[in-house]
């Protein structure tokens, strides 16, 4: 079993830009969820999909913020236009349902200039 | 009331002492505690689950919950500075369908 599979490791770019993060879930698990972290805000949940279907985005900072599922196997989390105070790092975890603990990815460590 | 509150730390031992993390929780109804280490530039990684009353152990590890009072801990036994680590408690509420997560207590074992 890989692990829940993210990429990039990390990314650097301009402020303004459109950055794009990835997710593979692992295979059989029906429920994926985009975590940020700082070392001020700590683990914040940004949204989570249940069976590819968008369950809670209340955590999506704002509007610049977007994520799909467009199937079982695959997750984008999209920040567009993007901005210094988006610097964190960006995971995504995965689980069998409610009852069960979750697998994280490796992360993106992202930094916006 | 943060729905899920730990030790503010950090929190250090020594060597082969017994380290111990406490985590309150606010609904009485949630049925499922985890455990997760967070070494640092790292992600968390699930280490214990608990679901009943009582005691769970797995290796130097013991879970700890209590429903009654909403309090879930984890004992580490034999603290070895490999234990040092942010440890994050984490509570599944049955109408959220997801974990809610502490802040964490970052555990440094001194040799």
């Known amino acids: 079993d890989a692990g829940v599979i993210q990429s990039p490791r990390h990314e650097v770019t301009e402020m303004g830009q459109e950055v794009t993060l990835r997710c593979k879930p692992i295979?059989?698990?029906?429920?994926l969820f985009w975590y940020r972290q700082t070392m001020m805000r700590g683990l914040e949940l940004l949204i989570y999909?249940?069976?590819?279907?968008?369950?809670?985005d209340s955590g999506m900072p704002e509007d610049r913020f977007s994520a799909k599922m467009p199937n079982a196997s695959f997750s984008t989390l999209k920040i567009q236009p993007s901005e210094p105070r988006d610097s964190a790092v960006y995971f995504c975890?995965?689980?069998?349902?409610?009852?069960?603990?979750?697998?994280f990815g490796s992360g993106t460590r992202l930094t916006v200039v | 009331q943060k729905e899920v509150e730990q030790n503010s730390g950090p929190l250090s031992v020594p060597e082969g002492a017994i380290a111990s993390l406490n985590c309150t929780y606010s609904?009485?109804?949630?049925?499922?505690f985890f455990w997760y280490r967070q070494y640092s530039g790292k992600s968390p990684e699930l280490i214990m689950s608990?679901?009943?009353?009582g005691d769970k152990e797995d290796g130097r590890f013991t879970a700890q919950l209590n429903k009654a009072s909403q309090y879930v801990s984890l004992l580490i036994r034999d603290s070895q500075p490999s234990d040092s680590a942010t440890y994050l408690c984490?509570?599944?509420?049955?109408?959220?369908?997801?974990?809610?997560f502490g802040d964490g207590t970052t555990l440094t074992v001194k040799p």
């Open positions: 975890a995965s689980n069998h349902g409610q009852f069960y603990g979750y697998t």
């Open positions: 295979s059989g698990h029906n429920s």
């Open positions: 999909f249940n069976n590819n279907v968008p369950i809670d």
């Open positions: 609904d009485r109804v949630s049925q499922s």
């Open positions: 608990i679901y009943s009353n």
């Open positions: 984490a509570v599944n509420f049955p109408s959220a369908g997801k974990s809610t």
